[in-house]
Nanobody
Framework: QVQLLESGGGSVQSGESLRLSCAAS????GIWPLRWYRQAPGKARE????????????KYADSVKGRFTISREKDKNVVYLQMTMLKPEDTGVYYC???????????WGQGTQVTVSS
């Protein structure tokens, strides 16, 4: 059974940065494409970024391109989401998900809250 655990959320001002981490138990994590989602209050969960199993390929939502970077450290079973130039509309609960490149995977973390104030 794989477990995903997000961390790194917090409350920041507009324009600041945060780095989220998704740590996983289980050896299969290293061969999974991973996805970051977010959900704002009263809104549907939306895909933010995806990274391939080898970390070479990435995809981003248009709303975060140029500001967010997804990366992974395979030997540590960790995927990161570096968020810069944060905006109030980036506020929400951020979730790690896998495995999945084109579609969501089965496993979800519990989420970490990001709050950006203007």
């Amino acid at each position: 059974q794989v477990q995903l655990l997000e961390s790194g959320g917090g409350s920041v001002q507009s324009g600041e940065s945060l780095r989220l981490s998704c740590a996983a138990s289980g050896s299969v994590f290293g061969i999974w494409p991973l996805r970051w989602y977010r959900q704002a209050p009263g809104k549907a969960r939306e895909l933010v970024a995806v990274i391939s199993a080898d970390g070479v390929e990435t995809k981003y939502a248009d709303s975060v391109k140029g500001r967010f970077t997804i990366s992974r450290e395979k030997d540590k079973n960790v995927v990161y989401l570096q968020m810069t130039m944060l905006k109030p509309e980036d506020t929400g609960v951020y979730y790690c998900n896998g495995p999945g490149w084109s579609t969501p995977g089965t496993y979800w973390g519990q989420g970490t809250q990001v709050t950006v104030s203007s």
